[in-house]
């Protein structure tokens, strides 16, 4: 993927200040409406069936994040979801902690039943939990594992036809065809809790301006994986508590000349 294609988004999104409407878990939502503000999109936080589908319409993206579910939300996601279906608004999704108990692995394939989305993001855990396949996972987090990441997000996107970015170490993006691999990030990002869920709510923001899902994934992927590397190298961050506001305000100030210059962007290889 052209570097100057994907940082020319960022420019794109701010300029648009889209409006993301996150349906989202109640650890969460702050830093993740501060996370979105950062970077120049505009969060709204929503959670009432009565309002969902018109909430929905008037979005960039929406946003469907099962942390904490519980069955009054997931009505509204299915409600929020088919909105924004019958009004060609992307919906991404994040099945947090799909695998841990049969509900969320239930709930997740009920919501890829009733709602067409445009992209999935998760760990590798979740990924192969919601596409028929078996993972450990400890709660919300992925346990490591020595399989093929790059195969398994390809495998993923061909069985639930979307595409999906699977986030760690490296992260992929794979429509089922092409699987692209992105390199930036920084390890602190995994001792603050909430970093994956901003993360799919930021896929949410480039997608809103950016109608090749693929080219917007990778937008969001490297633009957070270079501010969390721009943030780590602070002077002032001595450690997640000081690095999660260096975050927020690295959202802010990336430029996209930086992520041209530093975005790591290639072809996976999915063997
Ligand atoms: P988990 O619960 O397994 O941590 P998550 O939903 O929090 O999953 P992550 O996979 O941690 O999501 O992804 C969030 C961000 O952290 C992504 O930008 C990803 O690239 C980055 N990240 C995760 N682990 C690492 C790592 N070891 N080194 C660098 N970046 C990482
Ligand atoms: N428990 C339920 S949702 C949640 C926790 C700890 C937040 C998970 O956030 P992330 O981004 O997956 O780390
Ligand atoms: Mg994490
Ligand atoms: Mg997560």
């Known amino acids: 993927m052209e570097k100057p294609k994907i940082s020319s ?6 300029k648009n200040n889209p409006l993301i409407c996150n349906i989202t878990n109640m650890v969460v939502t702050n830093f993740t409406a501060n996370g979105l503000l950062a ?23 929406l946003v469907l994040n099962m942390g904490t579910l519980h069955p009054r939300q997931v009505e509204t996601m299915i409600i929020a979801g088919r909105s924004a279906n019958l009004h060609n608004i992307p919906v991404i999704f994040d099945p947090v902690g799909a695998g841990a108990t049969a509900y969320r ?32 996972i400890k709660g919300v987090d992925a346990v490591s594992s020595n399989r093929n990441i790059a195969g398994l997000a390809k495998s993923a996107a061909n069985k639930l036809h ?6 760690g170490k490296e992260d992929f993006v794979s429509n089922g065809e092409i699987t692209y691999a992105n390199y930036n990030g920084h390890p ?17 923001a480039f997608s809103a301006v950016e109608p090749d899902f693929m080219l917007a994934s ?19 961050v001595m450690g997640p508590g000081s690095f999660q506001t260096a975050f927020l305000d690295e959202l802010h100030n990336i430029s996209p000349a930086e992520i041209e210059k530093y975005s790591s962007v290639g072809l996976a290889d999915e063997e």
Do not use: F, Q
């Open 105 to 136: 692995t239930e709930t997740a394939k009920k919501i890829l039943s009733e709602v067409c989305v445009s992209v999935i993001r998760g760990n590798a855990a979740e990924i192969a939990n919601i596409s028929g396949e078996h993972w450990e």
């Open 162 to 167: 979307t595409i999906v970015a699977l986030t």
């Open 39 to 61: 970077l120049g999109a505009s969060p709204v936080m929503s959670n009432s069936p009565e309002e969902a589908a018109e909430m929905a319409k008037i979005s960039g993206a």
């Open 218 to 236: 990778l937008g969001a992927l490297t633009t957070y994986g270079i501010a969390a590397e721009n943030a780590a190298k602070k002077e002032a």
């Open 188 to 204: 602190i990002l995994t001792c603050v809790t909430g970093t994956g869920c901003l993360l799919t709510s930021v896929l949410g």
């Open 9 to 14: 988004l960022l420019d794109r999104l701010r």
